[in-house]
Nanobody, 117 residues
Framework: QVQLVESGGGLVQPGGSLRLSCAAS????????MGWYRQTPGKQRELVAT???????NYADSVKGRFTISRDNAKTTVYLQMNSLKPEDTAVYYC???????????WGQGTQVTVSS
């Protein structure tokens, strides 16, 4: 049973920082493209950042320069460091694991991030 378990969400003031973690119980974790997505009520889930098995990263324009995605293959964990947070970053953040080889696509349960004074 594959599981992706996010942690690290919470309430933070504008300008603050949070670090999200996603622990993945995926075999051959290293071959998966991992990513973070976010969703607010009434809107579609949107890409925040992805990182390939080779460490190539991709970011949404809205978070470039503020967020950093990274992965630790030994710990089968992916991280999202979020700095200079803005109220518009408020959302439920979801971890995703995708294998371009098998087509397997896994999602976590989500973690709430609220940016408010």
């Amino acid at each position: 049973q594959v599981q992706l378990v996010e942690s690290g969400g919470g309430l933070v003031q504008p300008g603050g920082s949070l670090r999200l973690s996603c622990a993945a119980s995926i075999s051959i974790f290293s071959i998966y493209r991992m990513g973070w997505y976010r969703q607010t009520p009434g809107k579609q889930r949107e890409l925040v950042a992805t990182i390939t098995s080779g460490g190539i990263t991709n970011y949404a324009d809205s978070v470039k320069g503020r967020f950093t995605i990274s992965r630790d293959n030994a710990k089968t964990t992916v991280y999202l460091q979020m700095n200079s947070l803005k109220p518009e970053d408020t959302a439920v953040y979801y971890c995703n694991g995708f294998s371009v080889i098998s087509g397997n696509d896994y999602w976590g349960q989500g973690t709430q991030v609220t940016v408010s004074s």
